[in-house]
């Protein structure tokens, strides 16, 4: 882009001399710093600053004033800090050597941001490893224009014009790990599901402007707003959450017993297509020709089907009568017993929570992760950091 573009100057351009200093703005707001194109300023010239802009006067890379919105005749009154390190006027037509920063201070409502690489986190509520990525926009308004000069600007090239952009991509690492922060501390702190996430976009959003304050104050800014607009995940990510809860749909509807027996009936019948006939399904589904056929006859019988046993076990949630056998509610999904895990020695089914197996003893002592946290038995995944157990 020209230097001249956007700015109006009267004077001697050749001589690079001045009468006039103005600048009226760069194609809207994207611009937050812009130089202007001469150094050889006269004593008596007018400088024009408009509204949300600041006028800084530099010399020798040094901010000696700053002149805020209005219309401003150089003479020694309106210059006194400069007027000192520079030879005394002779006349209104004496040039002096020094630079011209117009600086930006109109709010900025759409700096857009978002997270190029995905948070890797377990759902704790369907344990499935998800790539998360946010993305919103945010407000932001420089408050200390020499604040901003020295800290900001002075680390970055002194280009005659600095766009929002630059501004941006200055700050993109931090804004995009304290948003990180915020959204893994909510979905594994709050055990709150991806899928549940959006109802939590305001809280996450306050959390993170609040966590970013200071962090821009030190260079100036104001954040005026802070917005996650969406947080997402791929599609094939979303498939293994769906699919998991088909299962949970299927499961409470037909109830315990039948499920099982269905999911037992749906690996023979998948292996009954293989070469090895029916007696390749009941192997494929580890059990002989006896248990097989047994199950069959089970099914229809009312008297042996657990679904259907005599003696009944009540919902403490919704008072349903359920079979004795059942782990969730027929009626509205409630689990009806304490789940359990199995011993990894012997096999035999204890209550989750347990210290040691009462069939051979084996110790259920919590394992370490890497990072130091305690992972109870039978977890995939550590509930801190995500790492799966090795």
């Not at 001399?17 to 007018?46: C, H, M, N, T």
């Not at 899928?195 to 996450?204: G, K, M, Q, T, V």
């Not at 990510?237 to 809860?245: A, W």
């Amino acid at each position: 882009m020209n230097a001249f573009d956007g700015a109006n100057a009267v004077g001697d351009i050749k001589s690079g001399i001045f009468d006039v200093v103005k600048f009226d703005g760069l194609r809207g707001r994207d611009w937050i710093v812009y130089k202007y194109p001469a150094e050889g300023i006269v004593w008596g010239s007018q400088v024009v600053v408009q509204e949300g802009q600041v006028a800084l006067f530099v010399k020798g890379g040094e901010i000696y004033d700053v002149m805020e919105a209005g219309t401003y005749t150089l003479e020694t009154k309106n210059l006194p800090i400069l007027c000192k390190v520079v030879n005394a006027p002779f006349g209104k037509k004496t040039p002096f050597s020094a630079e011209i920063y117009f600086i930006n201070i109109a709010t900025k409502l759409d700096v857009y941001w978002g997270t190029s690489d995905p948070i890797s986190i377990v759902d704790p509520k369907y344990f499935v490893r998800l790539r998360i990525r946010a993305f919103g926009q945010m407000g932001l308004k420089l408050v200390d224009s020499k604040l901003f000069f020295k800290e900001l600007i002075g680390g970055m090239s002194r280009a005659d014009y600095v766009k929002y952009d630059k501004v941006r991509d200055f700050y993109r690492g931090l804004v995009v790990l304290k948003t990180k922060s915020v959204i893994a501390e909510t979905i594994i702190n709050e055990k709150i599901s991806a899928l549940e996430i959006s109802a939590r976009l305001e809280d996450i959003s306050d959390k993170s402007k609040e966590k970013l304050l200071s962090e821009f104050e030190k260079y100036g800014l104001r954040v005026v707003n802070f917005y996650v607009e969406s947080v997402n995940f791929p599609d094939e990510d979303f498939e293994k959450i769906n699919s998991i809860l088909e299962n949970k749909a299927e499961f409470e509807i037909m109830g315990d017993g039948r499920y099982v027996t269905k999911r037992s009936f749906d690996v023979y019948e998948s292996a009954a297509k293989n070469e090895s006939g029916v007696a390749g399904a009941l192997a494929a589904g580890g059990v002989g020709m006896g248990v097989g056929m047994g199950m069959v006859s089970n099914l229809n019988n009312p008297n042996m089907n657990p679904a259907y046993d005599s003696k009944s076990r009540i919902c403490p949630k919704c008072g349903a009568k359920n079979s004795m056998n059942s782990k969730f509610c027929n009626e509205c999904g409630e689990q009806m017993i304490e789940e359990g895990i199995s011993c990894p020695h012997c096999g035999n089914m204890v209550k989750k929570g347990a210290k040691f197996c009462d069939e051979c003893g084996f110790s259920f002592a919590k394992h370490k992760c890497k990072c130091g946290a305690d992972i109870e038995y039978g977890k995939k995944f550590c509930s801190e950091c995500g790492e799966p157990v090795e």
